[in-house]
């Protein structure tokens, strides 16, 4: 489980002609080399994010290939990707992973610059078993980008720790600063997890509190002298 969730934080680049998941290469989808590999279908011209784009729904050619099949959206004015949705194919059978599914939006404020907004990757892993009846887990990451700064001298002293974030409970923020800070706001679902962890918390608090008492409480009447 854990080598499957690693494989959660590697750098995702759709430019790129390979696009490496588990150390296996899947071809990109407007890598050069992408009309060998997948069929393309123009849907659609639409708007996205203020921009006039291109809906392009794409699948492999072949079922017998890892690849990806979703959606891309093209700009009309720079031709680059805005907004892609890598969704692996249901032959996919890598280690205890069933599935992959990825979604990438970028920012392109111009022809020669291309900005990473957001980063979706989800994994569907069963770690015991692939039948189809197995248990399985849902591996999540959700990676915002913002506040871009070009051209920016950095200072040594930038790369410094600083002495709060060696202390224990630097990581530790309540729900405010998250609201504040969180460039994206949580799903039903999301929210639903973090409600479920907190009972899990307090409930596994309670469960050590009421051990805790009980071994304490056995300990004394096991050290009383019989009169």
Known sequence: ISLSAKYLYRDINIYENTINY??????????????SVYDYNLLEETTLNGQEVYKIFYQPR????????????????????VQAS???????????VNG?????????????????????????????????????MIAKRWVDFSDYEFNTPIANSDFDTKSAEMESGFVKKDDEFWQRERTDSLSQEEKGVYEMLEKLDNNMQNVIGQLSYTIHKNKFQMDEKPK
């Open 22 to 35: 588990f150390d296996i290469g899947f071809m990109s989808p407007v890598s050069k080399e992408g009309f």
């Open 62 to 81: 072949r079922k017998d290939v890892l690849a990806f099949e979703g959606y891309l959206y093209i700009s009309k004015d720079y031709y680059a990707v």
């Open 86 to 96: 890598l969704r692996s194919t249901k032959k996919m059978s890598v280690n205890f």
């Open 100 to 136: 992959i599914t990825t979604q990438l939006v970028y920012d392109n404020p111009n022809d020669s610059t291309f900005l990473p907004k957001s980063i979706r990757t989800k994994l569907d892993i069963s770690p015991f078993s692939k039948s189809k009846d197995a248990k399985a």
